[in-house]
């Protein structure tokens, strides 16, 4: 059974940071993209940033870049998100995802098979 189980998420002033987790299990890590994904009340939801299982290889929404950096630990299946600087306009339930394969740069909710099961995080400001 594929699994994604997530946490970190939480209630932060604005500029502060912020670290997800998502730990995978039921399928071989290196066989999977697992990305990020988030949603506000209201909104539809945005893919953030994905990574290669296989290599590592990363992709990001433009209004993340050099906010939020994408993790991997292989050896414990669970891919990390370091959110920085964080903003008001970042406040969503955050959701990682999986699909088989190595494509990162496709930031398409439709396009990912599994999901975790979202986890809250609030910028005041």
């Known amino acids: 059974e594929v699994r994604l189980v997530e946490s970190g998420g939480g209630l932060v002033q604005a500029g502060e940071s912020l670290r997800l987790s998502c730990e995978a299990s039921?399928?071989?890590?290196?066989?999977?993209?697992i990305c990020w994904f988030r949603q506000a009340p209201g909104q539809e939801r945005e893919g953030i940033s994905c990574i290669a299982g296989s290599d590592g290889s990363t992709h990001y929404l433009d209004s993340v870049k050099g906010r939020f950096t994408i993790s991997s630990d292989r050896a414990k299946s669970t891919v990390y998100l370091q959110m920085s600087s964080l903003k008001p306009e970042d406040t969503a339930t955050y959701y990682c995802a999986s699909r088989a394969g190595i494509i990162v740069n496709n930031l398409s909710p439709s396009w990912y098979d599994y999901w975790s099961q979202g986890t809250q995080v609030t910028v005041t400001s």
């Open positions: 039921g399928f071989d890590f290196e066989d999977y993209v």
